[in-house]
Structures are given as structure tokens and as C-alpha cells.
């Protein structure tokens, strides 16, 4: 139903973390996603922006992947 979101903030939301990830998957059209402050690994966001956003710019650790 979000198919056509372009950008997510879900920095500042510790209930984010590496289980919810797989969720964001189909949101191939996402430009930007910012997950400073959440409870994610770097291992796991790396995943998600190899895997399943390649196009998208990921904001994490104060810094884009």
C-alpha cells in the first residue's frame, strides 16, 4: 500500500531494529531511508542496501550507506 513512498525517517525510533528490516524490502522505489537512532546493526543494514534497496540512500550512524 506504500508503493509509491518516496522517502522514510525512522531515525530516533529504538522499536526499529534488525528483525524489522526484512518489512522495508518491497519499498523498491524508496529514495531515502534514515535509521540514525534505531536499535539496527550495521551488518544488517548493509544487508538491506546490497540485497534489497540498492538504489536508496540509507542515513545510519550519521552517515550514508
Known amino acids: 500500500k506504500l508503493r509509491q513512498l518516496e522517502e ?3 531515525s530516533g525510533c529504538p ?3 534488525d528483525a524489522a528490516l526484512p518489512a522495508l524490502k518491497s519499498l523498491k522505489q524508496l529514495q531515502k531511508l534514515s535509521l540514525d537512532g ?3 546493526t550495521p551488518e544488517a543494514v548493509k544487508t ?3 540485497k534489497w534497496l540498492p538504489k ?3 542515513r ?3 552517515q550514508d550507506v
Do not use: A, H, R
Open 38 to 40: 534505531t536499535n539496527c
Open 15 to 17: 522499536g526499529i531494529n
Open 60 to 62: 545510519f550512524g550519521g
Open 48 to 50: 538491506l542496501k546490497e
Open 8 to 10: 522514510l525517517d525512522l
Open 56 to 58: 536508496t540512500v540509507i
